[in-house]
């Protein structure tokens, strides 16, 4: 079952912005090339530029932890969170599902 991961990011407008959209471009050419992978997409908050949200959907929930625990990815992760000076935040989520009483 497809999952969507939603990761929330603080870029702070100024300086370092423009540090991070290298860094950002990165994560997703190397997150193109793994298993699992379907798709994804930045948005970034119309009334707060700095609030962005990144919406990446997987195949499975094991792709995506792979995908999370890649050391390069998180390499480059800690480079966008020294910029931002805020922890990124993740979220997972799985479509919702009939359940029976």
């Given at each position: 079952?497809?999952?969507?991961?939603?990761?929330?990011?603080?870029?702070?407008?100024?300086?370092?912005?423009?540090?991070?959209?290298?860094?950002?471009?990165?994560?997703?050419?190397?997150?193109?090339?793994?298993?699992?992978?379907?798709?994804?997409?930045?948005?970034?908050?119309?009334?707060?530029?700095?609030?962005?949200?990144?919406?990446?959907?997987?195949?499975?929930?094991?792709?995506?932890?792979?995908?999370?625990?890649?050391?390069?990815?998180?390499?480059?992760?800690?480079?966008?969170?020294?910029?931002?000076g805020?922890?990124?935040?993740?979220?997972?989520?799985?479509?919702?599902?009939a359940?029976?009483?």
């Amino acid at each position: 079952m497809a999952i969507e991961v939603l990761i929330k990011r603080k870029i702070k407008q100024g300086g370092n912005a423009k540090n991070l959209v290298p860094l950002i471009l990165q994560i997703r050419a190397l997150a193109l090339h793994q298993p699992g992978y379907i798709s994804g997409k930045t948005l970034c908050d119309l009334e707060n530029p700095g609030d962005c949200l990144v919406i990446s959907i997987w195949e499975t929930v094991n792709a995506w932890n792979r995908w999370k625990q890649n050391k390069e990815r998180a390499r480059i992760e800690s480079k966008i969170e020294a910029l931002t000076g805020e922890e990124t935040l993740y979220k997972t989520y799985a479509p919702m599902t009939a359940q029976s009483d």
